[in-house]
């Protein structure tokens, strides 16, 4: 059996055939692994609606068992999402199955998604299990699963450096079992492309009711090759390919929706393969993932880089402007990206703001959300000549972030400089009370930090402080990323300004905010002082 045999009355339980590839998003569960990368339930349900709107078709929510809050979340998506699968991870105990398919019960398409190594290391040292126990564990656990919901993936961690003959037959039960997907990840990521093509082909071959499921791909990255692995292995069969926004994931991460994508689509003549996927809302998704994750894209990132679609050197800038296609493959609309447009003055009202939103992709913000925003693009405009999409995107992401802050920023005066010392003065708002200090530190952002610290004692360790200019010039606004850490749980907090000391004191009031709402505590009395 070739995957070419297969036709759509043949993959049971799917969405797709042919040549379809189907896209299966782990941003929200193998994305949220990468170490620092936290999202709260908001987020999460935010990147959902992004995911669903980009058009992917399986969304994988998260690892139900892991806690309440991953639970909550898979339980969340799973109403929300209406117009693809939503699958909930679980390992081969009952426990699992049955906590993932109380999260999914509620999906118009619920998936349960089970997996357990195959690789002699894995099952030696891991697992402590023989190969029987594990191929029961297969058999029971599939089949657990299926009795609850239509559509079973199975997965065989570290199946590429699984023996061949273990893999088929646990393949071949796992089908009779009931799935109707099976997933062979590259768990760390060591295959390479001609070895990973075989192995797929070799499942075609030898596994023989592997007509009765779709092949998937799930490739690590750690030798870079994880876009590379995933299109051998559609070029081998598999139709269905699990990546992730931006490539989040496990240490290197996983292959990128985007990358995967876009390869599909611009080399349509070479790889004969189509997706569901609206590419135009590429780049928004990675803006949209970026900021909530704090994991700044890098700029020669390709497809969603800020350098992917730059011509900087003059031979290219010739060529580019007699035909763009001398140097450009795919054009920066085809992945949501506009030329920066002066849009937007000191001048332009709350409609034509209302109607720029709409513009940029956001249709259903809150009224407080707009209000916000509009207040503080007034306040931009007075300070900045020109106004982009960019400055726009940055603000209204602010704004919507924020939310039901319990900690408000209200004003902030520093002083900084050589001559020292450097000195902040803070005013902020604390459920409903006003509360001020001035404090010195070591440079302008720790005296901005310390002060926060006094208002709201906490325990947070401050893990990362990062800036990033949201477009050209000396008065672009900043966009600053904090990172706190606390009892071993990590937020992010986001902050954009046209001056970098708000940015960051907004930063890390938002990551204070999360803090507090994951304690599941008050806001320490101290502040309240
Ligand atoms: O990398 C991996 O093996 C996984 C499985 C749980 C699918 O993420
Ligand atoms: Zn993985």
């Known amino acids: ?188 990521g060591y295959t390479v492309p001609t070895e990973f093509a075989a192995l797929i082909a070799m499942l075609y071959e030898r596994v023989p009711n592997i007509d009765q499921a779709v092949i998937s791909t799930h490739c690590h990255n750690d030798l870079g090759l994880a876009v590379a692995n995933s299109l051998a292995g559609v070029g081998a069969g598999a139709r269905q390919v699990e990546c992730t926004i931006n490539g989040l994931g496990e240490r290197a991460g996983n292959c990128a929706l985007e990358e995967i994508v876009m390869a599909l689509r611009t080399r349509a003549d070479a790889l004969t393969c189509t997706t569901g996927i609206d590419t135009t809302k ?36 010739d060529g580019f402007l007699k035909n763009s296609e001398t140097y450009e493959i795919m054009t920066p609309e085809s992945v949501g990206l506009k030329a920066s447009t002066l849009v937007m003055g000191k001048h332009s009202g709350r409609h034509a703001f209302r109607e720029k939103l709409k513009e940029l992709g956001y249709s259903d913000l809150g009224d407080n959300a707009i209000n916000d925003a509009f ?30 802050d319990r900690i408000k920023f209200l004003s902030l005066q520093v002083i900084a400089g050589s001559k020292g010392p450097q000195t902040a003065e803070l005013e902020l708002e604390v459920e409903g009370l006003i509360v001020k200090t001035k404090t010195e530190g070591n440079g302008p952002v720790d005296a901005i930090f310390n002060a926060i610290h006094e208002l709201c004692p906490h325990d947070g360790q401050l893990q990362l402080y990062q800036v990033h200019a949201v477009t050209e010039g000396t008065d672009a606004q900043a966009e600053v990323t904090v990172r706190l850490s606390e009892n071993g749980k990590s937020v992010n907090g986001m902050g954009a300004d046209a001056d970098t000391l708000v940015s960051s004191a907004r930063a890390y009031i938002h990551a204070l905010n999360k803090l507090v709402v994951k304690r599941g505590k008050g806001v320490p009395e101290a502040i309240s002082a």
């Open 282 to 317: 590429i780049a928004p998704a990675s803006h949209l993932v970026s900021t909530i994750t704090g994991f700044q894209v890098q700029p020669n990132k390709a497809i969603v880089g800020a350098n992917a679609f730059a011509h900087e050197s003059g031979i290219h800038q």
């Open 1 to 188: 059996m070739t995957a070419s045999n297969k036709t759509t009355d043949q993959i049971a339980g799917n969405q797709v055939a042919g040549d379809r590839v189907a896209i299966f998003d782990t941003t929200l569960r193998d994305g949220e692994q990468s170490p620092g990368c936290s999202m709260n339930l908001d987020e999460k349900l935010r990147v959902a609606a992004t995911l669903e709107e980009l058009g992917v078709d399986i969304i994988e929510a998260g690892f139900p068992i892991a806690s309440n809050g991953d639970f909550e979340a898979v339980r969340r998506v799973a109403n929300m999402v209406k117009s693809c699968s939503v699958a909930g991870l679980a390992r081969a105990h009952p426990k699992d199955i049955d906590r993932s398919w109380e999260a999914l019960r509620g999906a118009a398409r619920p998936r349960i998604h089970t997996f357990i190594a195959t690789s002699p290391l894995h099952m030696k040292y891991k697992l402590q299990m023989t190969p029987e126990d594990v191929h029961q564990a297969v058999v029971d656990s599939v089949g657990r699963a299926r009795n609850l919901c239509d559509d079973v993936e199975w997965s065989c961690e570290d199946g590429t450096r699984s023996d061949h003959d273990f893999l088929c037959r646990t393949v071949e039960s796992a089908i009779k079992a009931g799935a109707s997907t099976i997933n062979v990840p590259d768990t760390v």
């Open 375 to 404: 207040s503080r693009f007034k306040d931009l405009a007075d300070k900045k000549k020109d106004i982009f999409d960019e400055d726009i995107v940055a603000l209204v992401d602010d704004a919507a972030l924020r939310g039901n």
